[in-house]
Nanobody, 122 residues
Framework: QLQASGGGLVQAGDSLRLSCAASGRTFSPYRMGWFRQAPGKEREIVAAISWSIGSTYYRDSVKGRFTISRDNAKNTVYLQMNSLKPDDTAVYYC?????????????????WGQGTLVTVSS
């Protein structure tokens, strides 16, 4: 089970840190990702991280502003979001993929958190 938290209402330029904690049995995904879905738009991958190595991927629109990280001991993945823009407004989801697939791929994610709303006002 994945539990996402940390969303909220902020102003443009502010920062937020999202957390996604995994509970249950031994947790060892192949990769973890953060996705977002804005109203009226399709869900898109924002960032991903290799659980074992720590390699990362970011979509172009968040490069240099967002940082994905993980704490293997706590079974938790984070998304630090800086310099937030109104276009970042969305429900953010964390997800875990069991095996295979490139970091940039949106496929293979079998486990999903419940989503946390991020609203950025201008």
């Amino acid at each position: 089970q994945l539990q996402a938290s940390g969303g909220g209402l902020v102003q443009a330029g502010d920062s937020l840190r999202l957390s996604c904690a995994a509970s249950g049995r031994t947790f060892s995904p192949y990769r973890m990702g953060w996705f977002r879905q804005a109203p009226g738009k399709e869900r898109e991958i924002v960032a991903a991280i290799s659980w074992s190595i720590g390699s990362t991927y970011y979509r172009d629109s968040v490069k240099g502003r967002f940082t994905i990280s993980r704490d293997n001991a706590k079974n938790t993945v984070y998304l630090q979001m800086n310099s937030l823009k109104p276009d970042d407004t969305a429900v953010y989801y964390c997800a875990a993929a069991g095996g295979g697939g490139g970091l940039a791929s949106s496929f293979g994610y079998a486990y999903w958190g419940q989503g946390t709303l991020v609203t950025v006002s201008s």
